[in-house]
């Protein structure tokens, strides 16, 4: 399960240093894994459905199966941390 993770955060730094902007703050690899132990951010796994029953990062919640319900699991803050991640580089 580790051996999935990791490249999963990898992948997903990259992305977040791809689509660089003014809306998206950079977080460090080290960052983000405290914040993930800490519990302080709402992870979207975006691999689908059979991908997430497989292996995902422990806690994160699965895209394609919560659909409207989706905004009743981020946070009523807006400046916190929600990280959504996907394996599929389209």
């Not at 902007?21 to 690899?29: G, N, Q």
């Not at 919640?61 to 009743?72: E, K, M, P």
């Amino acid at each position: 399960m580790k051996r999935k993770i990791i490249p999963l955060l990898v992948l997903l730094l990259t992305g977040l240093a791809l689509a660089k902007s003014s809306e998206y703050l950079d977080i460090t690899y080290p960052d983000l894994l405290t914040a993930v132990k800490a519990h302080q951010v709402v992870l979207i796994d975006c691999n689908g459905t059979d991908s997430y029953r497989d292996g995902h990062i422990p806690g994160a919640i699965d895209f394609d199966t919560q659909g409207d319900n989706l905004a009743s699991h981020l946070p009523k803050d807006k400046s916190a941390l929600v990280v959504a991640y996907c394996l599929n580089p389209g």
